[in-house]
């Protein structure tokens, strides 16, 4: 989006989510997409907000003005899931199509892996995954799946070591696959 001039990653993200509001007013009116994504926000993770379900990601976006600051904005790094959720909606109202399909359309469909996909949703479907497995009461048992949906742009990708190597090998060719870019090196 940057590339097609769609997006500029040091504008206010209200340029883009107009409705976007942190408790903090200086961090809602100065939050650049790079500060999304670079855990500056001055939230620290508030993972029990979406960890335990129930809320959808337009609901987790509606309650980031409630949620308490613990650093001023840029002060210091803070991982928060919940900012990468927010910079996922930032692009879904740039691009004017759902994350998960920019994800597809983007990135798994031009790097040519088929078999990653954006929910756990889909791993059933897959002729080959794996499941997480724990020992409970000297029994070892499959762990279900965890659905993140809701924070999906905050890592809920699922791939394989060979389609995770292309997308590896497109940064290292400078955002190129094959000879096509997929990225600009800048």
Do not use: C
Not at 152 to 181: T, W
């Amino acid at each position: 989006l940057v590339d097609e001039r769609k997006l500029e990653l040091d504008k206010a993200v209200r340029t883009y989510l107009p409705d976007f509001e942190l408790q903090d007013d200086v961090a809602t009116r100065l939050m650049t997409p790079i500060d999304l994504v670079t855990h500056r926000s001055g939230l620290p993770r508030h993972d029990t907000l979406w960890a335990a379900g129930g809320f959808t990601r337009k609901e987790l976006y509606g309650r980031l003005r409630f949620i308490e600051p613990t650093a001023t904005f840029r002060q210091r790094y803070q991982y928060n899931n919940l900012m990468f959720m927010t910079a996922g909606i930032l692009v879904e109202q740039v691009a004017g199509q759902p994350w998960e399909a920019l994800i597809k359309d983007r990135i798994f469909t031009p790097l040519g892996m088929t078999r990653s996909n954006t929910s756990v949703r889909d791993m059933p479907s897959a002729t080959d995954f794996s499941l997480p497995y724990v020992e409970r009461g000297g029994r070892v048992v499959a762990v279900p799946f965890r659905n993140i949906d809701a924070v999906g742009p905050a890592g809920s990708i699922n791939s394989n070591i060979d389609e995770m190597l292309r997308y590896v090998q497109m940064h290292i060719d400078q955002g190129s696959a094959g000879g096509k870019p997929i990225v600009s090196p800048a």
